[in-house]
């Protein structure tokens, strides 16, 4: 086994060797990427406690039984069988595979939220310190084509003195996720602004590149509540009498991604378990949390907030995540002392106030959601990954432990700064 930090400059010949931690959505998209590049990388291994889930990745990938296990602590016993693993387990069971797998030597890429709790997410920074291990986070948003190309505009409107940045979470997958799905309750998961938009605020630093010393934060849950539940609505969207006149009717959403492709598509897989039948969504419907009145669930995170921030020589962000929107990318506006750049995750338009002209530029690559590969950066994340790790290259991975920490430390001041009505100093 051999790690980046051994192979600085230097080409292996070899594929590297990856395992895999957790084969639910995001580790299983990975794997499937790095299967691509069979000349630079081999999965070798995984750990997935859904008996149906890691029998379809070992199959998959063609993994004999001595490399399939039903927990990472099963793996970690075998010792290091792998150059480098991914770790796509549960927010909250993050902690304790990445730092027992950091002791083993492994090189880790590590999905976000780094974890659910500001002490958790420190003590993963402090184990790739004490250990040496080289762990990239999955915050997808720094590696699209779109990002690289703005960044690369930036010095043309000058120094950046304020951005606007609005993250349009979606009505049908706010619904989805964080009303019905498991990322609806703080006790269970984590706050929204964690689980949804650490993406955001770390990019928002990307561009910036300086420190943030102040953040406030409001916002709460307005409308997916039982004070807010129309009248004749009933527990469940099946037996509704208003399902029909309702935008958050789950039986439209789901029985639309039996017929369409694309995020109804992927929600719909994960209402169902992976089953893309009428009869298991009629059963998702009338059984699952999926089925459930958006206004009749046991939810608690924030449909709606604002993050302000302050980095250091007064560069001011303000940013916005709400559930009331399309489902559509990201809207950015960066104001600077020679022009004004705005974009949408695939156009990026110019405003120079010289010339008093606007040049657009077209990156060509759109779709922002998970099901969508998020504009490229999935695909660019692993290839980065896999590329540094294979020639000795470590300058390719962007979003390295300790500034992923940093930036989840903002996210954690802004929930503090939320819940207590005040302005939290970093």
């Known amino acids: 086994m051999i790690n980046l930090r051994d192979h600085v400059g230097e080409v292996l010949d070899r594929p590297i060797t990856l395992a895999v931690v957790g084969a639910g959505a995001r580790g299983a998209a990975y794997a499937e990427l790095a299967a691509s590049w069979p000349e630079r990388v081999r999965v070798v291994a995984v750990a997935e406690p859904v008996e149906e889930v890691r029998s379809r990745f070992a199959v998959r990938h063609g993994l004999p039984d001595s490399r399939v296990f039903g927990d990472w602590r099963e793996m970690a016993a075998q010792g290091r069988i792998a150059d480098a693993v991914i770790v796509a387990t549960l927010d909250a069971d993050h ?21 659910p709790t500001e002490a958790e997410t420190v003590a993963i920074g402090e184990a790739a310190a004490r250990t040496g291990a080289m762990i990239a986070v999955c915050h997808v948003m720094r590696y699209t084509p779109y990002t690289r190309r ?23 997958h706010f619904a989805h996720s964080f009303v019905r799905g498991s990322w609806r309750r703080t006790d269970e998961a984590t706050f929204a602004l964690l689980a ?28 997916f509540r039982a004070d807010q539940r129309p009248e004749g609505a009933g527990e469940r969207c099946l037996e509704c009498r208003i399902e029909r006149s309702c935008p958050y009717s ?15 598509r992927y929600f719909t897989r994960v209402a169902t378990g992976g089953v893309l039948t009428e009869e298991a969504v009629t059963r998702a419907l009338a059984e699952g949390p999926y089925g459930r009145c958006v206004y009749a669930s046991d939810n608690d995170v924030v449909d709606h907030q604002v993050v302000n921030l302050e980095y250091e020589d007064g560069i001011t962000v303000s940013f916005t995540m709400t559930a009331f ?27 120079d106030f010289l010339s008093e002209q606007t040049t657009t530029i077209d990156t060509s690559l759109d779709g922002s959601s998970a099901a969508e590969g998020h504009a490229g950066g999935d695909e660019a994340l692993m290839d980065a990954f896999v590329r540094a790790l294979h020639e000795g290259r470590p300058e390719l991975v962007l979003s390295g432990i300790q500034e992923s920490v940093d930036s989840h430390r903002v996210v954690f001041a802004a929930e503090r700064a939320r819940r207590t009505a005040g302005v939290q100093t970093l």
């Open 95 to 115: 902690l304790a595979p990445t730092r027992v797998l950091a002791e083993q030597g492994y090189d880790i890429l590590l999905e976000k939220p780094i974890a």
């Open 325 to 351: 929107t399309p489902l559509e990318n990201r809207h950015t506006k960066i104001f600077g002392t020679r022009g004004q750049l705005t974009g949408d995750g695939r156009f990026i338009h110019v405003y």
């Open 250 to 264: 789950a039986v439209r959403l789901y029985r639309t991604g039996l017929r369409e492709g694309g995020t109804k």
């Open 196 to 223: 949804k938009s650490c993406h955001d605020i770390d990019w928002l630093g990307h561009l910036v590149g300086r420190r943030v010393e102040r953040v406030s934060s409001f916002g709460g849950l307005r409308h």
């Open 150 to 172: 703005l960044r690369g505009e930036l010095p043309r409107i000058g120094d950046i003195v304020s951005i606007e940045h609005l993250e349009p979470v979606g009505w049908y």
